[in-house]
């Protein structure tokens, strides 16, 4: 029976196109106990109810609804909304029987009454037995109730509920007798889930992994048949058979947990059943380190085997690193087919069999979260540093027994080991557990405790955190070199350029030292081996040996230096004496006084011109102390021995100056010659606007140019303008004081005009420049504006006055013409005023 059978549907008012359970074709087939929880309408998809039926409406926010029957009768239904608000109006269409989508025909029952409108006490709507009508509405035309249906067995209709207003959901109670197909069911046997839960194996930490969800399947059917199930990923898809996962034994989940939803379909009714379940991933197992590196045990003897025995109880805690060893359970294999099978486990000691590397296989169990994993652990065993014992002697200064020694000079012959660290200490055990207080603190420079001899030990260290201990014997020699036996080096300081400092810093070579320190020791078959060192602490110590004795500069140690001399036999290392016998003194050149950049002057027209050269010493430095060397252009100059020279000649001097102690120093002057200028060519740009003159001479020297003024002011150009008309004289100044030369010119001017007024003052034209010497053959015709001739003369008389035939003439322009001796004819015109 239907009664009873509740429906709940939830309709939000959306107005998205397009959902599933909108249109015909995706109907909701109502099943005996089918559970429709979880829908939501959104809009309309198709409109689907136009013209077919007659209650005048189409579809607002509508869900179908698709109904088999399976045992005929009467068949009706009250749709109550959740919401008691009158205004919240529901209609329905009912199509059938056995209609398809494609051809619905007129709807067989329809209400399209609005509550509001005839004042209902109520917005239920639906069919009945007590009433007769089939179609009622729109508006307040109606109840919202029509007559129920008879029903046939087999029958299937189509159910449309529309909400043109409001956003209520609701609920749907069948009545009558008819009955529906039943579901299928998805009953979980008592004692299983659904549920899956799996570890995040998949080598990520990241709570994602893949799921088979099949294997829920067969829990799902049961003994039932005719039925398949799909998966989807929420309840609405779940309950429209849409978006189902397309490869469910395959599934990764995308958030942990996750809810999925199993539906179960009767293959030949179409009725199902929807149930949740979730995929749930635990906590990856994280195994931090994947390496266990320990030291060669040296078993046997033999230090490099590459074998070791490993404790896996501290590997366990060296793969955990700060993760808790409860929280998992760790075993050891061999192989990973071991680790998988749970077969071969290691004990807690193992001894590898691969030399240097071996993998073996730990599997860690969670209790917690049942999860497993299994890993691969490198077991590497780290060789031994070399340390072999070694003896160093040392040189007793004062005879007591006592003496510094350099614990690291042997480092290289206890230990070849690369990047070896070295520890000392003065026991053994000190050296086996770092014990603090037998450090040696400075092994550069550590005292003996035992008069004559004493062992020390060194802990070689090396990159791998191995270590191996060595003996250091330490001897105390009281053999000395005698120290009557001194020797001095002394030489000059080797400054390069006049303006170094001075430093008192030179070259030495102790070549000839050597030879000196082998003929005073004892007949050996084996040589001895001669250190150089700056201070007696680095000689005992062996510590800040000069690297190289042929060429040692005395650096830090100017002028003057003590150098300690360390003899050992190169047999044992044994040290034969330390000795402060080498002095080295530095000789300082001469401190003369030069500017690179001065040049003296000579003049070459002047032979007996002498210029003197300085050597350049201080004064108040007595020159009796120095010797003095002149060379001119590389060639010595016999004879010229004086601090000073006398030079009349052009070239480059050097004079070399020497102390008493044999050093030098070298100056170099440089002397050049001038002389006066000569004239090639004067430039004369005349009856212009803008008279100019332009001097071109050569020489040798250094020229300054003056006109008109013989005693300057000297211009460095050799160009003049703004020249009045006349005779000039050029003066050619030598800066070097070898003379000046000049010459006279002639820079040729006519006056605009004259005032022939008998006041003394331009009373007469003529024209200017022009004498005996320059252009004195030159003649100038005078003319009137009617070009008539007034006047011949020559430029060098007294000139015309201004009449003709002894009549004066009258204020006005008149023109002339000049025919020059060096064949210029210059035509123009002046005024005579009056």
């Known amino acids: 029976m239907t009664k009873n059978v509740l429906l709940i549907l939830f309709l939000f008012l959306a107005f998205i196109k397009s959902h599933a359970q909108s249109d015909c074709s995706d109907a909701i087939i109502v099943c005996g106990n089918t559970n429709l929880e979880g829908l939501t309408v959104t809009g309309i998809g198709t409109q689907e109810l136009s013209a077919l039926n007659t209650c005048s409406s189409e579809e607002n926010n509508s869900i179908w609804l698709r109904i088999s029957i399976k045992k005929g009768g009467t068949l009706g239904f009250n749709l109550v909304p959740e919401s008691t608000d009158i205004r919240e109006d529901f209609d329905f269409f009912v199509f059938g029987p056995n209609e398809t989508c494609n051809a619905l025909g007129q709807a067989i029952r329809c209400s399209t009454t609005n509550p509001a409108s005839t004042r209902q006490n109520n917005n239920y709507t639906g069919m009945n037995e007590l009433e007769s009508d089939t179609a009622e509405g729109p508006g307040n035309n109606g109840n919202s109730f029509v007559k129920w249906l008879t029903v046939a067995d087999g ?488 601090s000073t020279l006398d030079v009349s000649t052009e070239g480059d001097y050097t004079v070399i100056v020497t102390s008493l102690a044999g050093c030098s120093t070298t100056k170099k002057i440089k002397v050049s010659a001038s002389d006066i200028a000569t004239i090639t060519k004067i430039g004369i740009v005349d009856l212009s606007t803008i008279n100019t003159v332009t001097v071109n001479t050569i020489g040798q020297g250094a020229y300054e140019f003056s006109l008109d003024k013989p005693n300057g002011p000297f211009q460095l150009s050799n160009y003049f303008d703004n020249v009045s008309s006349g005779i000039h004289e050029v003066y050619i100044n030598d800066k070097n004081g070898c003379g000046t030369v000049s010459k006279t010119i002639s820079v040729i001017g006519v006056p605009k005009y004259f005032t022939p007024n008998a006041d003394g003052f331009n009373d007469f034209w003529n024209i200017e420049g022009i004498n005996a010497t320059f252009n004195g053959n030159s003649t100038i015709y005078i003319f009137d504006r009617y070009g008539k001739l007034l006047k011949q003369l020559i430029p060098t008389s007294q000139g015309w006055d201004g009449t003709i035939a002894g009549q004066p003439l009258s204020s006005d322009d008149y023109w002339y013409t000049l025919q020059l001796q060096d064949g210029r004819e210059v035509k123009g015109h002046f005024s005579l005023k009056r």
Not at 221 to 235: A, L
Not at 409 to 434: D, H, M, P, Q, W
Not at 475 to 499: E, G, K
Not at 513 to 538: G, K, R, W
């Open 155 to 642: 029958d299937s209709y189509f159910l449309v509920i529309d909400r043109p207003i409001g956003n209520s959901n609701f609920s749907i109670q069948w009545t009558g007798t008819a009955t529906f197909n039943s579901s299928p069911t998805s009953n979980v046997p008592t004692g299983e889930t659904l549920n899956i839960v799996q570890c995040d194996s998949d080598g990520t930490a990241d709570f994602s992994t893949t799921f088979d969800l099949t294997k829920n399947t067969p829990i799902i059917i049961g003994n039932q048949t005719g039925v398949n199930v799909s998966y989807h990923k929420d309840q609405n898809d779940a309950t429209t058979s849409i978006n189902p996962i397309l490869n469910p034994t395959s599934f990764t989940n995308s958030q942990n947990p996750q809810s999925l939803f199993a539906r179960i379909t009767n293959t030949i009714t179409g009725c199902f059943t929807t149930s949740e379940f979730n995929v749930q991933v635990n906590e990856y197992i994280n195994i931090p380190a994947t390496e266990s590196v320990i030291c060669d045990d040296a078993k046997d003897g033999n230090d490099s085997n590459g074998k070791a025995t490993f404790d896996l109880n501290k590997v366990t805690a060296e793969i955990l690193n700060a993760q808790s060893s409860t929280d998992y359970i760790l075993k050891y294999f061999i192989s990973q087919n071991d680790a998988e099978t749970d077969r071969n486990e290691l004990g807690p000691l193992f001894y590898n069999t691969n030399p240097h590397q071996q993998d073996i296989y730990v599997k860690a169990f969670s209790p917690a979260t049942l999860c497993v994993a299994i890993s691969k652990i490198n077991l590497t065993v780290m060789p031994l540093p070399l340390a072999n014992n070694v003896t160093i002697v040392q040189c007793d200064e004062d005879s007591d027994g006592f003496s510094a020694f350099n614990l690291t000079i042997k480092n290289n012959e206890i230990s070849s080991t690369t990047s070896a660290k070295f520890t000392y200490y003065t026991s053994l055990i000190g050296a086996e557990i770092e014990d603090s207080e037998k450090l040696i603190v400075d092994p550069v420079a550590f005292i003996n405790t035992t008069a004559g001899s004493m062992q020390v030990w060194t802990r070689v260290e090396n990159t791998n955190s191995c270590i191996k201990i060595a003996q250091i014997n330490l001897l105390v020699s009281t053999t000395q070199i005698p120290t009557s036996f001194t020797r001095l080096l002394s030489t000059c300081d080797d400054l390069t350029t006049i303006n170094d400092d001075r430093d008192g810093v030179t070259t030495f070579n102790f070549s000839s030292i050597n030879v000196d320190i082998n003929s005073i020791l004892p007949s050996a078959t084996t040589p001895y081996s001669i250190q150089y060192f700056n201070n007696e602490a680095d000689a005992l110590s062996e510590n800040n040996a000069i690297q190289n004795p042929s060429k040692y500069r005395n650096e830090g140690y100017p002028n003057e230096q003590i150098i300690w001399v360390r003899v050992e036999s190169t047999a044992d290392n044994t040290c034969y004496g330390i000795s402060p016998l080498l002095k080295l003194i530095v000789n300082p050149k001469p401190v003369i006084e030069d500017d690179p950049e001065e040049t003296k002057i000579v003049c070459s027209n002047l032979p007996a011109f002498y210029i003197t050269l300085e050597s350049g010493l201080p004064s108040g430095i007595g020159s009796t102390n120095y010797t003095y060397s002149w060379i001119k252009n590389n060639s010595v100059l016999s004879g010229q021995t004086n």
